[in-house]
Nanobody
Framework: QVQLVESGGGLVQAGGSLRLSCAAS????????MGWFRQAPGKEREFVAG????????YYADSVKGRFTFSRDNAKNTVYLQMNSLKPEDSAVYYC????????????WGQGTQVTVSS
């Protein structure tokens, strides 16, 4: 069983930066894919970035590519989303998620952290 806890959200001006953290516990993590998703009011949840826990393969949505960086700290069982050059359209609740390698659905989710970018 995996528990995920996000932190680091807040209010920032356009062009600013935030660093989100997701701490994982309760399971073995070498066989998991980690992902960041976001959901804005009135919109569906969308994929932001993903990383293989063991291999570190990175995937980014086109909307954030070049601005966001997904990284990990294996010793801390924590993944990060460094968000630079933030835009108002980045405002959303950001969720950390995990899935076993043998599943095609993210089955573990954090509670979310609010990111608000003002213009």
């Amino acid at each position: 069983q995996v528990q995920l806890v996000e932190s680091g959200g807040g209010l920032v001006q356009a062009g600013g930066s935030l660093r989100l953290s997701c701490a994982a516990s309760g399971g073995t993590f070498s066989s998991y894919v980690m992902g960041w998703f976001r959901q804005a009011p009135g919109k569906e949840r969308e994929f932001v970035a993903g990383i293989s826990w063991s291999a570190g393969s990175l995937y980014y949505a086109d909307s954030v590519k070049g601005r966001f960086t997904f990284s990990r700290d294996n010793a801390k069982n924590t993944v990060y989303l460094q968000m630079n050059s933030l835009k108002p359209e980045d405002s959303a609740v950001y969720y950390c998620a995990a899935r076993p390698l043998w599943k095609n659905v993210y089955s573990y989710w954090g509670q979310g952290t609010q990111v608000t970018v003002s213009s």
